[in-house]
Each structure stands twice: as C-alpha cells, then as structure tokens.
C-alpha cells in the first residue's frame, strides 16, 4: 500500500473538476480526444462502484470561438452570450464521449443562490443522489447566462464551484485538472528551482502564499482559488488533489494510489466539527419523541416518524429543530419534513406517509448523520 493509498484507498464519491486550459487547445475549440478520454477513466472507476460527478469549464470559451470573436471580451452580455452558445455545444460532446461507453450525462447548471438556501441545497444535493443511483454522469457548470455576478469571478473558473459541490454532496475526494503539475513552493515558470508539494497537510499562510498570482493563461482559476478550493475541502472531509491533465490516465492514476500532483489532507474531526454546527444553530421548532426513538437517536440510529409525538414551531425541510424528550432537550438535528407534513404523519409507520401526504421524502424525519446529540 502506498502513501496516497492510506487516504485514497476507500473513496467513492468523486468529483473531477475539469479546467479551461485542460478541456481547450491552444486556438480555443475544445479537446475531443481529451474528453473521450476522461469519458473512458469515469467508465473504468464506475466498474469500481465509484460515483463520479463531473465540473466542466469551457463553455465561454467554446462560445468565443462559435461567435467568430477573435478575443475574449471583457463586456458581461457578451461573455454571458458566449456561454449561452458554448454550453450547449460541450454538453452536446460531453454526450458524444460517455456515449461510446454506453453511459447517460445529465447537465446541472448552478449559480451562487443555489448553495445559500438550506432547502434549495438539499433539493440540489438529492438531485444529484438520485442520478448518480442510475448510473448517469451529472456534468455541472455555472450558469454563466443568468449570473448576476461578474462571470468568473464568483467560482474562479469553476474551482470554488467544484469545491463546493464536492462538499454540499458529501464527496471523498475532488480532482481538478489542470494544466500544472500540482502546488508549488514558488512560481515555476519563473523559478528553476521551485519544487512541487506532494502532500498538504495544513492550509498555514505560508501554504496560501504559495498561490501567488492566477497562473494559467486560459482559465482565470490559477493557484490561489485552488487553494481557497482546498480549504473549503479541508473543512468538509474531503480530500483535494491538484494535478496535470496531460498526464496518461490520471484519474486512473491517482485513484491507484500513484504520487501525482498535490494531496490535500483533510480534517479528522470534521463529523465534530459538523454536529457542533447543528448544536450551536439557532432551531426554528421543536419535535418530542417517545424512549423508543430516544434511546435510536442514542445509538445513532436515524429519527423515524413513528417516534415522533409532538410538533412545536413553524419549520421547513432542512431547518434545525430541537429533540425533546420528557421536558428534556437532547438532541438537535436537520429535519427532512417541515411541521406541517410532521404533523400529519407523526406517531405514524412509514409505510403510511405516501397515504397520508401523497408523496414521500424519506423514511426518516431526521437521518442519524445530521442530529448532534447535547450532552
């Protein structure tokens, strides 16, 4: 077993972050051969029972180059109008690459909003669950047509965006590719000597110093919101690793453990540092559960509605709420159901909630991995 096996040996869920620079050539149409062969990795990992999620850069860039520009504007409606362009085109070849491998893709485009509300959050993140169970590739960009911000300048080229999908949907391991080889001790086109960093335990200042100014000459991520990408992950559980696509394989490569690019070590007390979340959130209700779920909820078991007694407040779905038992508050957690459908199927068996709401969001009330337990 190798070093980088120790971290990476059990992971999962992955998401491959694909830059600019990697999925472009030089005169700015995309990389076909490239894609086919990312296409392939993904294939081969699926094998492996590992659940890809795929963040693509590229549209803006495909879009000048189908608008016959000449240059890439620095003008919002025009950049917007190029991605417009381009995005339906490399979906369209995102498509064409997975299809020689009989696998279905599924665009996702996101903006800022889409991480800021808890219950459009959890909407996104079972989206993504439900098509990763079938199999299908989801292929996230920005949605750079209806961006209210500066394009670009919000996910840095898709590095926080990658980051921060990797972590909302609970991801192992985020792979961005890029045209470097990996973190630097300094710039490496100006410096002979720079020497690459093979493992990252901790994001000190001097770490983020080494981000310097954006590095790449087609994309706008560069080095710093790579490491700002990082520290979203070293936050979130979830390893990060920066490396060449030019590289054979290298998705391939770097699953099997092979020292290529830089490793971002994660926190170990990151579960910690999540239920400390919940516990010191303000609640906006409150559940009483019967010594049956009490003592689930003990053994970190998940919060049935059958448990479930009483419902205080007026909460929605991916709200925190207390727990209470007996006049005694024990717990905290994220609620799946608002206290309208609570009430109704409280005190209820599963089996029993499509009858009464007509649909169902989950078998639980509240899974066992968001309830922080108070002491």
Not at 230 to 244: D, E, L, R, S, Y
């Amino acid at each position: 077993m190798t070093y980088r096996n120790k971290f990476l040996g059990k992971v999962e869920k992955i998401v491959v972050k694909v830059g600019t620079s990697s999925i472009t050539s030089d005169d700015g149409k995309l990389n076909i051969e490239f894609m086919k062969n990312v296409a392939y990795q993904i294939s081969q990992l699926q094998k492996l029972n590992k659940q890809v999620i795929i963040v693509s850069s590229g549209s803006i860039g495909v879009g000048i180059e189908m608008l016959k520009l000449g240059y890439r504007p620095r003008e919002i409606p025009i950049r917007q109008a190029a991605a417009a362009v381009g995005q339906s085109v490399l979906m369209q070849e995102w498509r064409k690459a997975f299809d020689d491998y009989d696998l279905d893709v599924a665009q996702i485009l996101l903006s800022y909003d889409s991480f800021s509300s808890r219950l459009t959050y959890l909407n996104l993140r079972n989206s993504i669950s439900t098509l990763l169970s079938y199999g299908v590739i989801p292929i996230i960009n920005e949605n750079d047509p209806t961006c209210v911000h500066e394009i670009e300048a919000t996910f840095g080229d898709n590095d926080k965006l990658s980051a921060m999908v990797a972590s909302k949907i609970e991801a192992d391991l985020l792979i961005m590719l890029s045209d470097i080889d990996g973190l630097y001790d300094k710039n490496p086109k100006r410096n002979p000597d720079a020497k690459l960093l093979s493992t990252v335990e901790e994001i000190t200042p001097e770490i983020e110093s080494f981000g310097g100014n954006p590095s790449s000459t087609k994309g706008t991520g560069g080095m710093r919101t790579k490491i700002e990408a990082a520290k979203i992950c070293n936050m979130t559980g979830c390893f990060m690793v920066i490396a060449n696509s030019a590289i054979e394989n290298v998705i391939l490569k770097i699953l099997d453990g092979e020292q290529i690019g830089t490793l971002f070590l994660t926190k170990e007390d990151v579960h910690k540092n999540r239920i400390r979340w919940i516990i010191l959130s303000k609640s906006s209700g409150k559940i009483v559960v019967d010594h049956g779920a009490k003592n689930a909820i003990e053994k970190k078991m998940s919060l049935l509605p059958s448990g479930v007694v009483d419902v205080t407040g007026n909460f929605e779905r991916g709200d925190i709420i207390e727990i209470e038992c007996d006049g005694y508050l024990f717990a905290k957690g994220i609620t799946d159901y608002s206290s309208d459908e609570l009430d109704l199927i409280k005190g209820l068996h599963t089996d029993k909630i499509v009858e009464v709401l007509g649909y169902k969001n989950y078998n639980h009330v509240i899974k066992q991995e968001n309830i922080g337990i108070i002491n």
